[in-house]
C-alpha cells in the first residue's frame, strides 16, 4: 500500500510510472469518464481506447469492449466503480472477468474505488477489484491496482489524502517514480488522515445524509426525468429533454442551478458520445439546498413542457 496526496494526483502519475511509451502504447478508459484519466495516458504517450458506457448495459463496461487485438496493445486500462457519473456497479464476477484478460493479455489494471464506501443500500457494499482478484485465484493481486480517497468518503476534498493498494512489484515503481513526482503529506494532513480512516461511524452517517437527499430529490424529480435511485455514489445522470448543453445553460441563466452537461464527461466515439443528452447533478450540498435546485429544475421542466 501506498499513500499518496489525493487519487487525482495518483490516477494521472500511474499511468506515467507504468506506461512504455516505446511500444505504441494503448490505455483504456470508460466513456463517460473522470477527465484525468484521458490526460494522464495522453501525456504517457499513449493512444486512449474508450469504452462506451450506455443505458443497455446498465452504465457497466467489460472486457469484450476492447477488441482483441486493442487487448494485445493495451498496458493500462483504467475502471471506475462505483461509476462517475452512473453509479453502476461492478459486480465481484464482472471484475474477476476483467482480471482474468487483464492477466492473459498482461494489463495493468488501475480500479477508481473512490465512491465504494457511498451507497444506497447497507447490506450490499460494492465489491472492489482486490476482492476480485482473490476470487480470480489471482491472491498476489498482480497487475491489480485499487485506488481510494478520503475526499468522498469522508467529505474531506481538500485534505488531498487517499491511498493505492494491490501489486507490491507495481506499487514499488509507482513509489520509486513518486519520489520525483509526488510529495511528502504534511503531517498534520497524516494525522487527520488517520482519524478519518479509523472512523466509520461519520461514513455511515454520510451515507445516510445521501440516502436522505437521493429521497427528498427523487420525490421532486423521479417522475419527470424518469430517475430511480442509483446503487452508489451521490450523482444522478438524466437524460435531458433536447441538448445538453442547452438545457445546463437555461438551467443555470433561468433557475441558477449547475449541472454538468454529460457530453463534457465523454468523448465521441463510432457510436456517438455517450454522454450527449444527459447532464451529471451532484447531490454535494446540503439537503435544503438539494430540494431548493430539485423544485427549480422541475419548474424548468415544466415550462420547457408549454
Known amino acids: 500500500m501506498l499513500p499518496v496526496n489525493g487519487t487525482r494526483e495518483a490516477l494521472f502519475a500511474i499511468a506515467q510510472a507504468c506506461v512504455d511509451r516505446s511500444r505504441g502504447a494503448l490505455v483504456a478508459s470508460p466513456n463517460p469518464f473522470y ?4 490526460g494522464a495516458a495522453l501525456l504517457a504517450g499513449a493512444e486512449v481506447r474508450f469504452l462506451d458506457l450506455t443505458p443497455e448495459r446498465g452504465f457497466l463496461p467489460a472486457p469484450e469492449d476492447l477488441a482483441a487485438a486493442d487487448w494485445d496493445r493495451c498496458q493500462l486500462l483504467y475502471l471506475c466503480t462505483p461509476g462517475n457519473p452512473s ?6 464476477e464482472e471484475l474477476a472477468a476483467f482480471v482474468d484478460r487483464a492477466l492473459a493479455h498482461n494489463v495493468v ?6 465512491y465504494s464506501e457511498l451507497y444506497a443500500d447497507e447490506a450490499k457494499p460494492p465489491p472492489g477489484l482486490l476482492a476480485a482478484a ?9 497487475n491489480c491496482l485499487s485506488f481510494h480517497s478520503l475526499s468522498k468518503r469522508s467529505n474531506l476534498p481538500g485534505l488531498r489524502s487517499g ?10 515503481a509507482f513509489a520509486r517514480y513518486r519520489t520525483y513526482h509526488g510529495c511528502a503529506m504534511p503531517p498534520h494532513h497524516q494525522q487527520a488522515s488517520i482519524v478519518a480512516w479509523r ?3 461519520h461514513v455511515r452517517e454520510n451515507r445516510d445524509r445521501y440516502r436522505a437527499k437521493f429521497s427528498a430529490v427523487l420525490d421532486i424529480l423521479g417522475q419527470p426525468l424518469g430517475l430511480s435511485l442509483p446503487p452508489a455514489g451521490f450523482y444522478l445522470w438524466p437524460e435531458t429533454p433536447g441538448d445538453d448543453r442547452e438545457f445546463a445553460r437555461r438551467l443555470y441563466a433561468e433557475e441558477g442551478v449547475t449541472v454538468l452537461p454529460g457530453r463534457f464527461l465523454g468523448r465521441e466515439t463510432g457510436a456517438g458520445n455517450p454522454g450527449a ?19 427549480r429544475i422541475a419548474a424548468l421542466l415544466a415550462r420547457s413542457e408549454c
Not at 277 to 295: F, Q, T
Open 35 to 38: 477527465q484525468i484519466y484521458e
Open 87 to 92: 453509479g453502476a456497479v461492478l459486480s465481484l
Open 109 to 114: 489494471l488501475v480500479s477508481d474505488e473512490c
Open 134 to 142: 482473490r476470487l480470480a485465484g489471482n491472491r498476489s493481486y498482480r
Open 163 to 172: 491511498f493505492v493498494a494491490g501489486d507490491a512489484a507495481l506499487i514499488d
Open 199 to 201: 472512523d466509520e461511524t
Open 277 to 295: 443528452g444527459r447532464v451529471r447533478m451532484a447531490l454535494v450540498a446540503e439537503l435544503e439546498d438539494c430540494i431548493e435546485a430539485a423544485r
